[in-house]
């Protein structure tokens, strides 16, 4: 089984702060994705990630930055986060024509 | 650009019965990938069934079967026998290939309960 991980299940962070989130798959898979899940709006695509170092912008990549430095992880950084950033975030790895998703960081920003 | 509309945002089914999930989208590609994802309460996102538009035969994963229907770009997930395990959140997704890469677009979801 493809297994998707999050570092953490919940944060809760301050305006203005640096916040990382990590996600680490299993299966060499060469593409991840980071979406946030809002209610009523559904998931929209963050960043995605096809190679190492490799990096494109989703649909609303403002207020983030990514980071591949190896293959199996993929971080999501808020360079300053703010309270507009709370909100569920997820982590996709594909493989087998299919994506697969870790359990979710729900972020709250105070 | 490619739009995913999901008409039902909330559905109850009784315990055993069956339940038919709506979606059609809106594309002008003629290779993709249709997907329906299940998320229970706990958070985790769940692959329930794929279905390659290329191919013609519905695809069907034990309980869970899709209607395909490429001309009308309808793709309706009918869960049979319903569980309360079933009870969820259903997103209903589209992707394409871009060039390497791709980008998978999603409805605003279904939420589905299943009642003893």
């Known amino acids: 089984d493809v297994k998707v991980t999050q570092s953490s299940r919940y944060l809760v962070k301050r305006t203005g702060e640096k916040v990382f989130l990590e996600c680490v798959q299993d299966m060499d898979h060469e593409n991840m994705f980071w979406y946030r899940q809002d209610p009523g709006l559904g998931l929209r695509l963050i960043y995605f990630s096809y190679d190492v170092k490799m990096k494109e912008k989703g649909d609303i990549p403002e207020g983030y930055s990514v980071s591949r430095e190896k293959k199996e992880r993929f971080s999501l950084i808020l360079e300053s986060a703010s309270t507009n950033q709370t909100s569920m975030y997820l982590c996709?790895?594909?493989?087998?024509?299919?994506?697969?998703f870790g359990p979710g960081t729900r972020l709250l920003v105070l | 650009a490619q739009t995913v509309t999901q008409s039902q945002p909330e559905m109850s089914v009784q315990e055993a019965e069956t339940v038919t999930l709506s979606c059609t989208y809106d594309t002008s590609e003629n290779n993709y990938y249709l997907f329906w994802y299940k998320q229970p309460p706990s958070r985790q996102m769940i692959l329930v069934i794929r279905?390659?538009?290329?191919?013609?035969q519905n695809a069907t994963e034990n309980r869970f079967s899709v209607n395909f229907q490429k001309a009308a770009k309808s793709f309706s997930l009918k869960i049979s026998d319903s569980q309360l395990g079933d009870t969820a959140m259903y997103f209903c997704?589209?992707?394409?290939?871009?060039?390497?890469?791709?980008?998978?677009?999603f409805g605003k979801g279904t939420k589905l309960t299943v009642n003893p």
């Open positions: 996709a790895s594909r493989g087998s024509g299919a994506q697969y």
């Open positions: 997704a589209f992707m394409k290939f871009q060039g390497g890469s791709e980008k998978l677009v």
């Open positions: 279905q390659e538009a290329y191919k013609q």
